[in-house]
């Protein structure tokens, strides 16, 4: 008798046609087959699906080049699809379930003719975590699968472990035409299920990623009473190896990957990475908070990436011990086969292709590397990998972190008063945009807890579940909002951040210890100028004041375009976090 994943597979099959079914069992052997027959196909804009790269200094490497029109998640294109509108919200885009199913039959139908349709089982988390979550993704692109075996934990056992179970998370992915108004990502958060079609790339076909552990178990943990959030995890070791484990949440641009892998420049003092993207957040038996990374890879931003700003990123790039390691949109110095990005920290190549496959002229103000280039590698080749990483039960949450990008308002560092105060940090934070993005500069973009793009349900909602999960902690992580990226009048940065932010993580962690005090202000506590570890540091007291500084004026007007986005949320804002803005602004009068 055919178990539930088969009677499903079966019923896409029937609707994509595809030439063969191959059902993945995740080795390194099928790994290895699949790119090499990668090698010598073509994806639909011509070139070759994988291209090996120089195996000396980039072991177990490979080049992919996406189509021109699919680089980036299709944020327009991407909705949530429940019968109850209310339920997802003004900042999710919506479809009726039914409707979007007519929209995307049609598209699927025979969409994968002349093609192989892979089904991929995997698990998100350890498979014997009691957190995990048991998924099938059908594909038809081997890029994907190669992809899906490094971020997630694929094997044919995740089959025997769903058994005659229809409690298994379905994702269907087809490349389709590529055709940019017919690419679509549904999700159906009642059916456990998201749809794609139309694009290649991993954030709109990684269907365990963003789509599922973000969108659709943000919706499951509502439910079932936890936290599926857009949080690197790390634990941070003091001189004494005692360790403290972190949950940071940061909008893209903002340097959540580089703090993940951060080296730091205090002796005695070693960052310890779990993940650099997402956690699930579960209250333990014990009454603590817990955290597991449901990822087995990084799926990262190639430009910027460099022995300065992230080395210890870059010696996983270059280990290809365990799996392959995948480049996409890169430049490719063709005089030495390899993946060049600009900040590599090496000189631009003499002879390149840029990431559309263009002969590449450094001279011209075009980059050679598309600005969401991306790297594919397995979490096991990190060097600062936490011992912890695979842990069932996760690690126990002392502190979470909430960051932004703002030039001027926002301090250095800010210790929310309780667990609700830290809600509304959370609630109120995002980052400022510049002129490329929406042609005007210091607009602030709110992105609460980095979850705009990816909660799969009303925010009004995630507050209130926040503010419940908080009531459930016995002794609640302490919450922090950070700011690196404060400019002086000659619009430099301040704080030299990078491996100096372990200087930051060091006055959390004597907190939570109970080792410094704190000075109270109207928008949280903030540090004591003198029990900053600054030691070492080429920066003035002046300079660290400005850094420190809460200028009433400022947030005044900072309470203002709070209320004015908190507004779009009506009746579903919880009235703790109303009053937290009421108090807020009391407190600056």
Avoid at 69 to 96: Q, Y
Avoid at 556 to 562: C, L
Wanted: glycine content about 8%; overall charge negative; aromatic content about 10%.
């Amino acid at each position: 008798m055919a178990t539930a994943v088969e009677k499903w597979v079966e019923e896409m099959a029937q609707l994509c046609k595809p030439d063969k079914i191959y059902w993945c069992d995740g080795s390194e052997e099928e790994a290895h087959r699949l790119i090499e027959i990668g090698m010598t196909q073509e994806n639909i804009n011509g070139n070759p699906i994988f291209t090996k790269l120089d195996q000396k200094e980039w072991p177990n490497s490979y080049y992919h080049r996406s189509h021109p029109s699919d680089v980036a998640r299709t944020e327009h294109l991407t909705f949530i699809c429940r019968k109850d509108k209310e339920s997802i919200g003004p900042t999710n885009n919506w479809m009726d379930p039914d409707e979007a199913k007519r929209k995307l039959e049609p598209l699927f139908d025979g969409c994968m003719k002349g093609r192989t349709m892979y089904v991929m089982p995997y698990m998100m988390g350890h498979p014997d975590s009691p957190y995990a979550k048991a998924c099938v993704q059908i594909t038809d692109i081997s890029y994907v699968v190669i992809s899906m075996r490094i971020m997630t934990r694929m094997s044919k056992s995740v089959l025997d472990k769903i058994g005659n179970s229809d409690n298994f998370v379905r994702g269907v992915h087809s490349i389709g035409n590529l055709d940019p108004e017919n690419r679509y990502i549904m999700h159906f958060p009642d059916e456990n299920l998201v749809w794609s079609i139309g694009s290649g790339y991993g954030g709109n076909a990684l269907l365990g990623k963003k789509c599922f552990s973000l969108r659709i178990a943000s919706w499951l943990g509502l439910k079932e009473g936890w936290l599926a959030e857009h949080m690197a995890l790390i634990g941070v070791e003091d001189p004494q190896g005692k360790i403290t484990y972190m949950a940071v949440a940061m909008p893209s641009a903002c340097g959540k990957t580089n703090l993940a892998m951060l080296e730091s420049t205090l002796p005695g003092y070693k960052v310890w990475t779990l993940g650099d993207d997402i956690a699930w957040l579960n209250v333990g038996d014990d009454g603590q908070l817990y955290a597991i990374n449901p990822e087995a890879g990084y799926f990262g931003v190639a430009p910027g990436t460099s022995m300065k700003t992230n080395g210890n990123m870059l010696k996983a790039l270059k280990k290809g011990t365990f799996f392959p390691t995948l480049f996409t949109n890169t430049a490719l110095d063709t005089d030495k086969n390899e993946p060049w990005w600009e900040g590599l920290g090496t000189p631009a190549p003499a002879h390149a292709l840029d990431w559309q496959g263009n002969e590449w002229d450094p001279s011209k103000t075009s980059k050679a590397a598309h600005a969401n280039s991306r790297f594919t590698v397995s979490a096991q080749h990190t060097t600062n990998l936490a011992k912890e990483y695979s842990d069932p039960k996760g690690v126990p949450i002392s502190a979470i972190i909430l960051g932004g990008r703002r030039a001027n308002t926002v301090p250095l560092l800010v210790e929310a008063f309780n667990w609700q105060h830290g809600v509304f940090i959370g609630a109120r934070s995002g980052s400022e945009t510049t002129a490329a993005a929406i042609g005007q500069e210091g607009v602030i973009r709110r992105d609460p807890m980095a979850m705009i793009p990816f909660c799969g349900y009303n925010m009004g909602d995630y507050f209130a579940h926040w503010l419940q999960v908080g009531k459930n902690i016995k002794k609640a992580p302490k919450i922090y909002s950070v700011n690196w990226f404060r400019l002086d009048d000659e619009g430099k940065f301040i704080w030299p951040g990078f491996g100096d932010n372990i200087r930051v993580l060091k006055w959390i962690i004597d907190r939570i210890n109970g080792k410094v005090g704190a000075k109270e202000t109207p928008i949280g506590l903030l540090p004591n100028l003198n029990e900053l570890s600054l030691e070492g540091l080429d920066i003035s007291s002046a300079r660290m004041e400005k850094l420190l500084e809460v200028n009433p004026s400022e947030w005044v007007k900072e309470a203002a375009d709070i209320e004015a986005f908190l507004t779009q949320f009506g009746a579903k804002l919880p009235e703790a976090l109303a009053q937290e803005l009421k108090s807020l602004k009391a407190n600056l009068s």
